[in-house]
């Protein structure tokens, strides 16, 4: 499962970095923003979370599964 989400990281990673290089070869003006809200994620009740993706966004099964399961969170 790691390697998975790793091989689709690293390729995500690469058609990133083809595009902006693509954009500047075309003399573009190119702008990448990343933000990481992983401390805001952590400050919001996770029971709340879950019951709202899951009732308002029909948020279920496996991907509901991921949300609970990623690293940290409490269930």
Do not use: E
């Amino acid at each position: 499962m790691y390697f998975g989400l790793c091989h689709w990281s690293l390729s995500r990673i690469t058609c990133v970095h083809n595009d902006i290089v693509g954009a500047v070869d075309q003399k573009l003006i190119v702008a990448l923003v990343l933000l990481d809200l992983s401390a805001a994620f952590n400050t919001v009740d996770h029971a709340t979370l879950f019951s709202v993706l899951q009732t308002c966004f029909g948020v279920d099964g496996i991907a509901l599964t991921w949300f609970r399961s990623v690293p940290d969170l409490p269930n």
